[in-house]
């Protein structure tokens, strides 16, 4: 598959997601929204009320180009498919870092595989202000659990991705929470102990792929009556590193650079007007 030209960057999800919801976007906030994604809704249709985000580690274009088939699954959820560049270095921190900023490494102070608590303004400091009430489900001790601690925020650590699955069905059908984010780890946890394409690391994809569905599926059910927004965000691609054979990214190079973030709309007056058949806006 032959990459589409890139129409911005993965920071883009914050300036996006509070667009959609009627939030004003954190101070430092400089990307603009995706002009694919806020275009397709009307004005009368926003704020929406809700929103999932489902990140999962390293779910670049990498796999797009050998395992559209799988991941083309998740796209009759999430059916705005837009191609975007990781933050450079494309390691974890640093692009989540930028993916719930709007900003770029430079601003946001992550240049490295490190994870300090972040004390510039995130996206989950502009929906606090919003009285928007936001939880992160996320693996114990991964980057999205520690970089953005000691916000008005719940945070839930899981052991495995597994109990981040199930926790965040929990949180949907608990409708404490406005602003759900869901990350997993797996695929690139195989990916560095093999290399990319191997058999356990596509097992992992297919489990993603099949607790997307699951979580996003469990969100347009529990809001079916609401306006509500489901995102699928991952932070990196990944290449082999010939000097050692296994899975790496961090580079420059399209392998770790290129990916695609996918957003399903769920206007609140489609909704009625479809019934009880829920209809994406596309
Ligand atoms: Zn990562």
Redesign the pocket.
């Known amino acids: 598959m032959k990459f589409p030209p890139h129409q911005g960057s993965i920071a883009s999800l914050t300036p996006t997601i509070c667009h959609l919801l009627g939030v004003k976007a954190p101070g430092i906030s400089e990307e603009p929204a995706l002009d694919m994604v806020i275009s397709t809704l009307e004005q009368k249709n926003i704020p929406l009320q809700k929103c999932l985000v489902i990140a999962q ?2 779910l670049g274009a990498h796999l797009w180009g050998s395992h559209e088939s799988d991941l083309g699954k998740i796209l009759p959820l999430v059916p705005l498919r837009v191609p975007l560049r990781a933050a450079f270095p494309p ?2 921190p640093v ?1 989540f870092a930028s993916i719930f900023t709007g900003v770029q490494p430079d601003v946001h102070g992550i240049h490295s595989y490190t994870k300090p608590v972040l004390e510039c303004d995130t996206l989950f400091d502009a929906l606090v202000r919003a009285d928007k009430r936001v939880a992160i489900v996320s693996v114990e001790n991964s980057s999205i659990d520690m970089i953005f601690r000691n916000r008005d925020i719940a945070y839930f650590s899981e052991e495995n991705d597994e109990a981040v699955c199930e926790r965040t069905l929990e949180v949907i059908r608990g409708d404490e929470y406005d602003v759900i984010i869901a990350y997993q780890a797996d695929y ?1 946890d195989n990916l560095h102990q093999s290399e990319p394409f191997s058999p356990i690391c596509i097992q992992a994809l297919r489990r993603h792929i099949r607790d997307f569905i699951k979580m996003a599926e469990a969100a347009n059910q529990h809001w079916k009556d609401r306006g509500h927004v489901v995102a699928f965000t991952p ?2 691609g990944a290449h082999v590193n010939p000097s050692t054979g296994k899975g790496d990214h961090g580079l420059d190079i399209p392998e770790d650079m290129d990916l695609f973030h996918c957003y399903g709309i769920y206007a609140r007056n489609k909704l009625r007007s479809a019934g009880s058949n829920l209809d994406s806006v596309d």
Do not use: F, I
Request: glycine share 0%; hydrophobic share 25%; net charge negative.
């Open positions: 580690d390293a390691v974890t692009c690139d932070d990196h």
